[in-house]
């Protein structure tokens, strides 16, 4: 079991910037998929970045490429989004995931991910 507690959301103006973290319990998530979502009401979850099991590859959607950075402290058993250059549209609740099973292929689909946090609003205003 992996336990998920999400912080650092807030309100800020566009361009500006916050930096989430992620806590991890109940086991090491070193060779772990751990990822960050993120929803709006009336959407589906979306995929935003993630770390592919142990590698070092990070792996972002189109629309946060160049803006927003994953990183991961396997020691501390933290994951963190450092989110830059801010827009309206990155508003929503944003969830760190993490999966043991899942495979390259599906691991942009937040179904194939065991665990979540509570989540974090961020919201953008212009």
């Known amino acids: 079991q992996v336990q998920l507690v999400e912080s650092g959301g807030g309100s800020v103006q566009a361009g500006g910037s916050l930096r989430l973290s992620c806590t991890a319990s109940?086991?090491?998530?070193?060779?772990?998929?751990m990822a960050w979502f993120r929803q709006v009401p009336g959407k589906e979850r979306e995929f935003v970045a993630n770390?592919?099991?142990?590698?070092?590859?990070?792996y972002y959607a189109d629309s946060v490429k160049g803006r927003f950075t994953i990183s991961r402290d396997n020691a501390k058993n933290m994951l963190y989004l450092q989110m830059n250059s801010l827009k309206p549209e990155d508003t929503g609740v944003y969830y760190c995931?993490?999966?043991?099973?899942?495979?390259?292929?599906?691991?942009?689909?937040?179904?194939?991910?065991?665990?979540w946090g509570q989540g974090t609003q961020v919201t953008v205003s212009s």
């Open positions: 995931a993490a999966s043991t099973t899942v495979i390259f292929s599906a691991m942009y689909d937040p179904d194939r991910y065991s665990y």
């Open positions: 109940g086991r090491t998530i070193g060779s772990a998929t």
């Open positions: 770390f592919f099991r142990s590698g070092h590859n990070t």
